[in-house]
């Protein structure tokens, strides 16, 4: 079957623009979550949904960061205004259930200019 | 705040012998435990889970142990093959919260 997917697996942008990171989650999972990996580090938690609702996302690190995911299934991490600061991997898992394995996807690297 | 480290950042074993990672966590209440291998360019692939109530957990070539009285695990792995070669991170859960990862052990297989 399917694994977690994310699209682009790159992104190249500049300061200050808009980017939007996609997740699709292995089918029938209802907890997704999203991470932030730097070089030579373990992935960093930034939000969790479970359904469509965001259940945790006090690891968003400002208000530039938003996520959502209205139908319960596909999310979109959205970054607004990027900073330098913001280059890492951004890496997205589900779960059957909260607490439960993670499975996660390929990640989007992300690079801002 | 949770604390989940790892002794060892890297670690070098020649082909065949066996491996052993450990990692540190500092929260009592954590009762599910995970690690995972993470490849160059790829996302970190499950390999073997543990929960509160036991000891030790085996899966193929790897075995998992956990100690909570000095709230310690680690991750066997026997007869290292080069394709073990990778970065380990334990991660812990609390019930009901996320789950925190620690920096990760490199893993080098020397053929």
């Known amino acids: 079957g399917a694994g977690v997917s994310q699209t682009p697996s790159n992104k190249v942008t500049e300061k200050g623009k808009y980017v939007e990171l996609r997740c699709d989650p292995i089918s029938g999972h209802t907890a997704l979550y999203w991470y932030r990996q730097s070089l030579g580090q373990g992935p960093e938690f930034l939000i969790y949904?479970?359904?469509?609702?965001?259940?945790?996302d006090s690891g968003l690190p400002n208000d530039r960061f938003f996520a959502v995911r209205p139908e319960g299934s596909v999310s979109t991490l959205k970054i607004q205004r990027t900073e330098r600061g913001d280059s890492a991997v951004y890496l997205c898992?589900?779960?059957?259930?909260?607490?439960?394995?993670?499975?996660f996807g390929p990640g989007t690297r992300l690079t801002v200019l | 705040g949770e604390s989940v480290g790892l002794h060892l950042p890297t670690l070098s074993v020649q082909e065949g012998d066996n491996s052993i990672i450990n990692c540190a966590y500092s929260?009592?209440?954590?009762?599910?435990f995970i690690w995972y291998k993470q490849e160059s360019g790829k996302g970190p692939q499950f390999i073997i889970d543990i929960r509160s109530n036991m000891d030790k957990r085996q899966g193929q070539r790897v075995t998992v142990l956990l100690n909570k009285t000095v709230k310690h695990l680690s991750l066997q792995i026997a007869a290292t093959q080069p394709g073990d070669s990778a970065v380990y991170f334990c991660a812990e859960n609390i019930p009901g919260n996320q789950f925190y990862f620690g920096t990760g052990t490199s893993l080098t297989v020397i053929p």
């Open positions: 929260n009592s209440a954590s009762d599910y």
């Open positions: 949904f479970q359904g469509t609702g965001a259940a945790d």
């Open positions: 898992a589900s779960s059957l259930k909260p607490s439960g394995t993670q499975y």
